[in-house]
């Protein structure tokens, strides 16, 4: 399984004991180009339509960063494509 964190570069944050501690860097969203175009339906998921594409309803992420917007878990409206990359 992958996480949307997998592959990101580490930094060594100091903490107030005086050790440090491993953190995930910022993670720059790039929308990745999408073979299929979804058309939201009523009661349509992110964790849903994940689970149909990819088998697994955690990487709801994927498609959210493909359809970049303010809030991720807002589809907007019945109608509007989607964008589902490859998994």
Known sequence: MTGRYDGQPTLDVPQDDGTTRP????????????????????????????????????RWWVIADANPRENPLDLQRTGTDLAVPDA
């Not at 979804?38 to 697994?56: C, I, K, N, Q, S």
């Open 23 to 58: 953190m995930s860097t910022p993670r720059v969203s790039v929308a990745p180009a999408a073979d299929v175009r979804y058309p939201v339906r009523d009661g349509d998921r992110l964790d849903l339509l994940a689970g149909t594409a990819y088998g697994d309803t955690t």
